[in-house]
């Protein structure tokens, strides 16, 4: 398998699932910016959308969408317990969570990250996302993960998203259940050895 993927962006998420799946994989940096792959080519040749996660099986098959490639690689090594199994109640409650972090964390930072956006639209987009830290920051009150005591991809998909605040001014400070999970997450092997192979820290 090959995992493209631009530094500290939202594939790292699914980076983090593959060391904590303990898959064999080729990461091959895609960065957002110039879309020059390591070879020189040109990265729309591989994914004609241009952006990252993209994965691409051995056999030829792609998938483009974070939610999708993290779930994918979660039963690819069902022993770990990564996501709930096919079918059953919880394995819905993790898409809906994966579908809350696509849509209202996610895309809620973009306005924050593109250029000439005005203030105004940047003001609203950081007042939303606040709000919607403050919801999640509720739901961990007396969990070690979002599904309670077990790890999943959607932990990693929300380490993630919630990383690009300090770099936009959405501090996650005063969301103290947030911090701690931040910290507890940060903390395992999986995410610091993804983070390292991505550059992001020492």
Wanted: aromatic letters at 12%; hydrophobic letters at 45%.
């Amino acid at each position: 398998m090959k995992l493209y993927f631009s530094p500290g962006a939202c594939s790292l998420s699914p980076h983090i699932a593959m060391y904590e799946a303990g898959l064999n994989f080729e990461a091959i940096m895609a960065p957002t910016k110039t879309h020059k792959l390591p070879d020189g080519s040109d990265f729309y040749a591989v994914n004609p959308l241009g952006y990252v996660p993209f994965l691409a099986l051995d056999d030829g098959r792609t998938l483009h969408e974070g939610p999708a490639i993290v779930q994918y690689i979660a039963d690819q090594a069902p022993d770990k317990h990564l996501a709930p199994a096919a079918g059953s109640f919880e394995r819905y409650k993790l898409q809906e969570w994966l579908n809350l972090i696509s849509t209202e964390l996610h895309k809620g930072f973009s306005p924050l990250f593109t250029p000439n956006m005005p203030e105004e639209a940047k003001t609203m987009a950081k007042e939303r996302l606040v709000s919607r830290l403050k919801w999640v920051d509720g739901e961990l009150a007396g969990k070690q993960y979002l599904m309670g005591d077990q790890f999943t991809v959607a932990d990693g998909y929300l380490f993630v998203v919630t990383n690009w605040g300090q770099y936009v001014g959405v501090d996650v400070a005063p969301f103290a259940n947030l911090v701690a999970y931040r910290a507890r997450v940060g903390a395992r092997p999986a995410v610091i050895a993804a983070m390292k192979a991505e550059g992001l820290i020492k």
